[in-house]
T-cell receptor
Framework: GNSVTQMEGPVTLSEEAFLTINCTYT??????LFWYVQYPGEGLQLLLK?????DKGSNKGFEATYRKETTSFHLEKGSVQVSDSAVYFC?????????????FGTGTLLAVQP | ETGVTQTPRHLVMGMTNKKSLKCEQH?????MYWYKQSAKKPLELMFV???????ENNSVPSRFSPECPNSSHLFLHLHTLQPEDSALYLC?????????????FGPGTRLTVT
C-alpha cells in the first residue's frame, strides 16, 4: 500500500540555519503531496502542496519539489526562525473508491534556538 | 467563524461518562474526517464521511460512535472510554472527491480519560 517515510526528529537548529526535512513516499498512480505543520497546542495547518511531478510547492519561505524519479518531497527553508519551531508532517493523497484519504508520515519535530 | 471549528477544546471525562465532540466546517466541503493523535504514535484516521455517508471506519472500537447529520457538521459520541483513549482528536474536511485535494484541520479536542 501507499506509505510515507520522513526523517526522525528532533531536528535542532540555530536561528538562520538551513533546514532540510527528508520525505520519501511509496505510491501507485500519481498522488498529490503535502507538507503540514502543527504548532504546539494546535491542529495541523497545510503548509504547501504539489500535485504533479516537478511541481514546486512554496509558502512562508518553505519549499518542496515533487521528485518522481526519487519518490521524494523534501522540505527546505533557507533561514529558519524561532517561530518555525513545530512538528512537520509529510503526506500524500490516497484515493480509493468513495474515500479521499491522506497518508501521513510520523512527523518531525523542529526546534529552533535563538 | 471561518475554517474548521471544534468544541470543546479540552475535555476530561471518567470512564463511565458519555460525552460528544463537535466539529463544524465553514468551507463548503463535502467530506469530513476524524483523526486520533496520540503521543509518539502516527496520526490515526478513524472515520471518513462523504456527503454525509460513512465511507471508512478503520476498525475503531464501538465506544466511539460518529454522526454526520449534514456536510457541515460531524460529531464523535464517546461512552465507556478507556484511559488509553486519551489523545488529541482532530477533525478535518476536504472539498472535492478526487484524490488530489488537501484537508483542512480544526484545532482539536484534547481528551483526558480518568
Amino acid at each position: 500500500g501507499n506509505s510515507v517515510t520522513q526523517m526522525e526528529g528532533p531536528v535542532t537548529l540555530s536561528e538562520e540555519a538551513f533546514l532540510t526535512i527528508n520525505c520519501t513516499y511509496t505510491a501507485t498512480g500519481y498522488p498529490s503531496l503535502f507538507w503540514y505543520v502543527q504548532y504546539p497546542g494546535e491542529g495541523l495547518q497545510l503548509l504547501l502542496k504539489a500535485t504533479k511531478a516537478d511541481d514546486k510547492g512554496s509558502n512562508k519561505g518553505f519549499e518542496a519539489t515533487y521528485r518522481k524519479e526519487t519518490t521524494s518531497f523534501h522540505l527546505e527553508k533557507g533561514s529558519v526562525q524561532v517561530s518555525d519551531s513545530a512538528v512537520y508532517f509529510c503526506a500524500l493523497s490516497d484515493y480509493g473508491g468513495a474515500t479521499n484519504k491522506l497518508i501521513f508520515g510520523t512527523g518531525t519535530l523542529l526546534a529552533v534556538q535563538p | 467563524e471561518t475554517g474548521v471549528t471544534q468544541t470543546p477544546r479540552h475535555l476530561v471525562m471518567g470512564m463511565t461518562n458519555k460525552k460528544s465532540l463537535k466539529c463544524e466546517q465553514h468551507l463548503g466541503h463535502n467530506a469530513m474526517y476524524w483523526y486520533k493523535q496520540s503521543a509518539k504514535k502516527p496520526l490515526e484516521l478513524m472515520f471518513v464521511y462523504n456527503f454525509k455517508e460513512q465511507t471508512e471506519n478503520n476498525s475503531v472500537p464501538s465506544r466511539f460512535s460518529p454522526e454526520c447529520p449534514n456536510s457541515s457538521h460531524l460529531f464523535l459520541h464517546l461512552h465507556t472510554l478507556q484511559p488509553e483513549d486519551s489523545a488529541l482528536y482532530l477533525c478535518a474536511s476536504s472539498g472535492v472527491q478526487s484524490g488530489r485535494s488537501e484537508q483542512y484541520f480544526g484545532p482539536g479536542t484534547r481528551l483526558t480519560v480518568t
